[in-house]
């Protein structure tokens, strides 16, 4: 089985050029789906790497494009672009005054920026009729490399993550000390955006996500690889809110879960 699970769970460079799904195009926005695994830009950690999100939509739609917001190399879903240097302004300021304060701004309020998530994890996540809060200020994550000249003394920062659970599911297979396999399926909407705040969060509680290598369960990784037949962190921006910086029109994004994903599904009869 180690053998196995080595050969599927090496983290592996994309070496075929991705042609990315466009959720939203207009003339001062673009959205794409981002698959797992993809780099957004170039970083010191990308050596590596050959393709990235920033490039191939450049490519793409042949246009200069311009970042405003990250998502993790392992997260899929929706990550937007400007296509001038005033929306992308306009753009970076709301998402970093919301990452920042736990809220908009009242000089940034036109934006209203809300991000929606889904998650697998690990267990039954008890059942709530309304959407719990995770309230847990959290140590600020550092790049050995990139923020070597940061200090490591900084006190934690707010962090606040409303989550509900949508479905649960087992698989009667023995793991461990217990006689089954569980599964939760939670939708989360992050106030802050603290690096790695969904999964920090969720491994707080106990429940973390399947394929987290940094907050993770050293026995369900693995079993879900070798179940499933994939390795992959199995969180997804699924939508994506805001009032347009330009046109004042309420915009709502969304990205479809994968085939991977509804492969799980089907498994666990979803």
Not at 53 to 75: C, E, M, N, S, W
């Amino acid at each position: 089985m180690t053998d196995f699970i080595n050969t599927i769970a090496s983290e592996k460079v994309i070496t075929e050029k991705p042609v990315l799904t466009i959720l939203y195009q207009d003339e001062y926005l673009v959205a794409i789906d981002k698959p797992a695994g993809l780099f957004v830009h170039r970083s010191f950690m990308d050596k590596d790497e050959i393709y990235f999100a920033l490039q191939l939509v450049r490519d793409q739609i042949g246009k200069y494009i311009y970042p405003v917001h990250r998502l993790d190399r392992p997260t899929s879903g929706v990550l937007l672009f400007a296509l001038t240097k005033e929306v992308a302004q306009k753009l970076n300021e709301a998402f970093a005054t919301k990452s920042a304060s736990g809220g908009v701004s009242e000089v940034h309020s036109e934006i209203e920026l809300t991000k929606t998530y889904y998650a697998l994890v690990r267990g039954h996540l008890p059942i709530t009729e309304q959407a719990e809060l995770i309230d847990y200020s959290l140590k600020e994550k550092l790049d050995k490399l990139g923020d070597k000249n940061v200090s490591r003394d900084k006190a934690p920062q707010s962090a606040q993550t409303y989550y509900q659970v949508i479905k649960q599911a087992s698989l009667p297979i023995a793991l461990g000390k217990f006689d089954s396999v569980r599964y939760s399926l939670v939708k989360l909407l992050p106030i802050t955006g603290r690096r790695h705040q969904i999964r920090r969060h969720l491994a707080h509680l106990r429940f973390p996500i399947l394929g987290d290598i940094n907050y993770g369960d050293n026995k369900q990784n693995p079993f879900f690889i070798e179940h499933f037949g994939f390795k992959r962190l199995m969180l997804i921006a699924k939508s994506l809110c805001f009032i347009h910086p330009v046109t004042k029109q309420k915009i709502t994004i969304t990205a479809e879960f994968d085939q991977q994903w509804q492969n799980v599904f089907t498994e666990l009869n979803w």
